[in-house]
């Protein structure tokens, strides 16, 4: 059995794709198909591409507008998560997001739509149907704390029925199934690993998440809301929408709702690093600590 990789930047991020099988030419067509999938979402999502859909919903803010399956079925998501970390994570963050500096993408310039004039704002006022939405007129999604998990998701779900074994990464958020070694960051030395988490179920998904981007010398922060006891979460689950979106949630969650996760089996692992050492939730029978 062969590992097969093909790796790019999109997404404003590394995405690097492995697949296991004896047939060169399987593999092949499947990261054609991938590809394909990661550039139409790209596409649609992009907060900095003003023709994507997600900028075109943005600027019709105020009115009812008719949106694409795949959107709704985002913003649904996106939703069940707003409700289920009481708010936490929230998609219509964007205007706060501009508010704190981050307007160009981090690959390159790219374009976008100043939102700062907006503000926060909730599903209160949100209407939806089969085939439109609507959103207050002075609010704006963003879909970055959710969008790469979903993707990975949807990308696994193309694979399944041909591999047994692949490891698919959205710049640190990763779908795989099979037999694979995860090296967890370090966040104070990242030069060196912290531990490793070594998959032996069948199909999960792993993201990890920091209080602060890191970029050249400098350090931003990178979470919205109160300061955090911890630095750096990653989060083990079923699936990488939902890794991805509690790994941001958990730095700024008590440690006794992020056990409630834990137990209602929504996250198999939790492991919390901070200046004062780390700290697991749930089995931690995958994981090996390295530092």
Same mark, same amino acid.
């Given at each position: 059995?062969?590992?097969? $990789? ?5 997404l404003?991020t590394? &995405?690097?794709?492995r ?7 399987v593999a092949?067509s499947?990261?054609?198909?991938m ?7 790209e @596409?649609k ?6 023709d ?17 399956t795949?959107?709704m079925?985002?913003? &649904? ?6 409700? &289920? ?9 964007l205007?706060?997001l ?7 993408s981090?690959?390159? @310039?790219?374009?976008?739509l ?8 909730d599903?209160?006022v +949100? ?6 939405i609507y959103?207050p ?6 879909f ?5 998990g979903y993707?990975?998701?949807?990308l696994?779900m ?9 490891c698919?990464?959205m ?5 795989l199934?099979g037999t694979?070694?995860?090296?967890i960051?370090?966040?104070?030395n990242?030069?060196k &690993?912290y531990g490793?988490?070594?998959? @032996? ?10 209080? +602060?981007?890191k ?13 955090s ?9 079923s ?5 991805? +979106? ?6 700024? $969650?008590e ?7 834990v137990n @209602?089996?929504? +996250?198999k ?23």
């Open positions: 059995m062969e590992t097969y $990789m093909q790796s790019a930047k999109a404003g590394e &995405i690097e794709l697949l296991r099988t004896e047939n060169k030419d092949e499947a990261f054609k198909i590809w394909k999938k990661i550039s139409d979402f @596409n999502f992009s907060r900095f591409k003003k994507s859909e997600l900028s075109i919903v943005n600027l019709n803010a105020g009115k009812k507008i008719k949106a694409s795949e959107f079925e985002l913003f &649904i998501r996106a939703k069940y998560f707003y409700e &289920i970390t009481d708010s936490i994570f929230n998609p219509f963050i205007p706060e501009f508010k704190a500096g981050y307007k160009k981090m690959v390159g @310039n790219g374009d976008y100043d939102y700062s004039n907006r503000k926060l704002s599903f209160s +949100v209407k939806i149907d089969k085939e439109t959103i007129p002075d609010s704006a999604i963003d970055g704390g959710i969008g790469k993707l990975a998701d949807k696994s193309v694979l399944d029925n041909k591999f047994d074994s692949y698919l990464s710049g640190g958020d990763i779908i199934k694979w070694e995860i090296d960051e370090n966040f104070s990242q030069n &690993i490793t988490w070594k998959n @032996n179920f069948g199909k999960i998904g792993i993201a990890t998440s920091s209080v +602060v981007r970029k050249s010398k400098t350090e931003q922060r990178h979470l919205i809301g109160p300061p006891n911890y630095d750096l979460c990653t989060v083990v689950c699936d990488a929408v939902t890794a991805d +979106v509690l790994a941001s949630c958990f730095l700024l $969650m440690e006794s709702s992020i056990n409630n996760f @209602n089996n929504l +996250v692992f939790v492991l919390l690093q901070g200046k004062n050492g780390h700290k697991t939730f749930g089995d931690n029978s995958g994981f090996n600590l390295v530092s």
